[in-house]
């Protein structure tokens, strides 16, 4: 499967931005889902992450009760809406798909996309 990440940008603190994950190659329903994102000079991190079904999901603690993750999987897209953005939101954030669904960080995704960045002024 190929993934495709869009919808990054330069917004405000306190703004909102929806990253969307398109897929190609294969139907999206197959996998499980996850965000991640890594800002300048450092190690990137787990952001959210979604089953096949939509009916599991999971946060990073530094996003929980702002991002939103959710998919359609007859668009083959995945989303993360983000609201009340913060300046160390900044990244660049990366989508990745895997069989079966892992909640937290210490899990590994087979697929990648390549990245699209988030800036946020303060």
């Known amino acids: 499967v190929q993934l495709q990440a869009s919808g990054g940008g330069l917004v405000q603190a306190g703004g909102s931005l929806r990253l969307s994950c398109a897929a190609s190659g294969r139907t999206l329903r197959s996998y499980a889902m996850g965000w991640f994102r890594q800002a300048p000079g450092k190690e990137r991190e787990f952001v959210a992450a979604?089953?096949?079904?939509?009916?599991?999901?999971d946060y990073a603690d530094s996003v929980k009760g702002r991002f939103t993750i959710s998919r359609d999987n007859a668009k083959n897209t995945v989303y993360l809406q983000m609201n009340s953005l913060k300046p160390e939101d900044t990244a660049v954030y990366y989508c990745?798909?895997?069989?079966?669904?892992?909640?937290?960080?210490?899990?590994?995704?087979?697929?990648w996309g390549q990245g699209t960045l988030v800036t946020v002024s303060s």
């Open positions: 990745a798909a895997r069989f079966g669904y892992c909640s937290g960080s210490g899990c590994e995704y087979g697929y």
């Open positions: 979604i089953s096949w079904s939509g009916g599991s999901t």
